[in-house]
């Protein structure tokens, strides 16, 4: 028969196995609370951050920094508030607010038991704080326009970065990824500048990014500056089968664009410009090397298409004008010269030289001037008093020549002897 004194120490021997089974669990799967991320998993600096934790059984309990060990809240039993923090509680959990995340709020928070003195601070998780930074990038030569075999020296500038746990920078361009900043720690916000240079092949061609690593959390960042690498068509030539210079509306002209040595990591694509007129020339190509290509493009010549002639080279979203040899721009012919205002003023002038200057006419009558009316009546009265006078002169009786014969005819004298 078993004594309670046996029985108590069988008890006692599974409870023992339970617990160290436990530790041995525990210990293999590194399961500590510490290790537990908040909810969220990183805090931004200078924003507002609230942690969740289990109050377990504790009736009064107070919230603690993990950088200083600083008190923040105390719960017993209601939150008391402070500078920067508050708190709520439940029959189960309490949640801590953080008015403005700073890098003392970084690291494990803990809840201690307010009714014990010198009570061991139970872990609530484990808070990591970042800050992303600006970014701005900048390059020794033009990106948009890079020909092989080039050595591209990238600048980038980082302001006001943060992790509390190690962080790092990588920069891709293109399909190359690479380390531009080695994982490291900082202690407070810093600003870093870093140059990377490169050899151009065809993988750098594409976007230009750079990533901020805090921890195992990676994100792009939005620089300013360089957003791609871009390779330019080495040569461009527009041709015509007209003259470009006496254009007529209406004309079917054809232009020939011979561009050579371009490459697109994406799409690649064209754009004629005549005048104020925009066509497609080529569209959403796939290039996998360096190529040429030869676009005709015809359409009707109309006033609109009279102006420069230009090419505009696509590549994804950017877009580079090309500087062409050739045909530059489309002119209209020459209309033929007349002047029906200035053919009038001449006639005038003429007219006005060629009347006699005592002669003024001011009045018009029925189409005639009347100055001029008053000049014809009097020529024809003296012409009518000399014929008068010959023929009186030729009828006179012929005894009574060698006498002076008086006469008075229209107001004249004629004397004959």
């Known amino acids: 028969m078993i004594n309670q004194s046996s029985l108590e120490k069988m008890m006692v021997k599974p409870n023992k196995v339970l617990i160290l089974l436990v530790l041995t669990v525990t210990f293999i799967h590194g399961a500590s609370p510490t290790q537990a991320p908040c909810p969220g998993g990183v805090a931004t600096l200078n924003t507002e951050y609230t942690i969740t934790g289990d109050r377990s059984s504790f009736t009064a309990f107070i919230w603690e920094r993990p950088s200083d060990g600083r008190y923040v809240v105390t719960c017993n039993p209601s939150c008391s508030p402070v500078a920067g923090y508050s708190a709520t509680i439940n029959d189960t959990h309490s949640t801590l607010t953080i008015d403005s995340v700073g890098v003392n709020d970084a690291g494990t928070w803990k809840i201690v038991d307010a009714n014990v003195v010198g009570a061991i601070p139970v872990d609530v998780c484990h808070l990591t704080a970042a800050k992303t930074p600006e970014c701005n990038i900048s390059s020794d030569v033009d990106t948009d326009a890079l020909e092989l075999s080039t050595n591209l020296t990238v600048t980038v500038y980082i302001n006001g970065y943060y992790c509390s746990l190690e962080t790092g920078f990588n920069l891709t361009t293109g399909a190359v990824m690479e380390t531009l900043s080695m994982k490291h720690n900082v202690s407070d916000v810093t600003t870093d500048v870093i140059n990377k240079t490169i050899n151009i092949d065809l993988s750098r061609f ?212």
């Open 206 to 417: 594409g976007d230009v990014t750079v990533s901020f690593a805090c921890d195992v959390i990676s994100s792009d960042l939005r620089c300013s500056g360089v957003k791609r690498l871009l390779k330019s068509p080495q040569q461009c030539n527009i041709s015509s089968d007209t003259d470009t210079d006496v254009l007529e509306p209406g004309t079917t002209l054809t232009l020939t664009v011979d561009i050579r040595g371009y490459y697109c990591s994406k799409q690649a694509g064209f754009d004629l410009t005549t005048g104020s007129v925009t066509d497609v020339l080529l569209q959403n190509q796939i290039t996998h090397n360096i190529t040429d290509t030869v676009q005709h493009h015809f359409f009707n010549v109309s006033s609109d298409r009279f102006g420069n002639v230009s090419v505009m080279f696509r590549c994804d979203n950017s877009n580079r004008s090309l500087t062409c040899d050739g045909v530059s721009k489309l002119s209209a012919a020459p209309s033929p010269t007349t002047s029906p205002t200035s053919s009038g003023s001449s006639t005038s002038r003429l007219s006005s030289s060629t009347t006699p200057r005592s002669t003024t006419v001011n009045v018009v009558e029925d189409g005639f001037p009347v100055g001029a009316t008053v000049g014809i009546v009097i020529s024809i009265v003296i012409v009518l008093a000399i014929i008068v006078i010959l023929v009186i002169l030729f009828r006179a009786p012929r005894g009574q020549k060698g006498k002076y014969i008086l006469r008075k005819v229209g107001g004249l004298c004629w004397c004959r002897k």
